[in-house]
């Protein structure tokens, strides 16, 4: 996968609580560290701004990011992000080096596609629940992917998708399943419609009332005997 994404950062050397809202207050600026592999981790800072823009960005999520680490460029993957509750701030970011030869782990986003035509919606009325947005993989660097396709033109109600029928890219693997089969989560599901839920219940509560009338029936026939 292409490498888009590029962000100049400054090594810091203050440390602390007070240091890093000075940082974000007065310079406009995100404390950040860099961290993985032989290298010691290294506390950086970039500006907000920049970092906000990449943000918006759904790949760089998932994407590999090159750290312009005053004149020294490292290849990184987004590890983690703290944003502030109540406001739109970002507090903290974690990079993690990547090496070309050493397999990583990452979430990437999953899209689903053929909603609109999907056949358990168009033609059953079914509703549609997605019970998973994101992936967990691993993978060499050059095998990322932005983002897992799944077409769900085919899914019928009642049909339930896991993460077993996911076709992964050549050389990612899920970290989940290699955990065993009772890993397999859901990811896609078609719903019965309301109306065909709620008929079954009637149902089966017309056929207990019958029952019981039935028993009540032969019950008082045999006191009158």
Known sequence: MSNDFKLNVIVRDDTGKGASRRLRRLAGEVPAIVYGGKTPPQ????PHKDLDYALQNE???SHIITLNIEGKNEEVILKDLQRHPAKPVIMHADFLRISKTQKLSTKVPIHFINEDVCAGVKLGGGN???SMTELDITCLPADLPEYIEVDVA???VGQILHISDIK????????ALSYGE???SPIFTVN???EEVEEVIVDEDSEETVENENKEGDESDEKNE
């Open 168 to 175: 992964l890219p050549n050389g990612v693997e899920s970290i």
């Open 154 to 156: 085919e899914v019928e």
């Open 192 to 194: 019965k419609p309301k």
């Open 182 to 184: 009772d890993r397999d």
């Open 128 to 130: 549609i629940t997605r």
């Open 43 to 46: 506390k950086i800072s970039l």
């Open 59 to 61: 790949a760089f999520y």
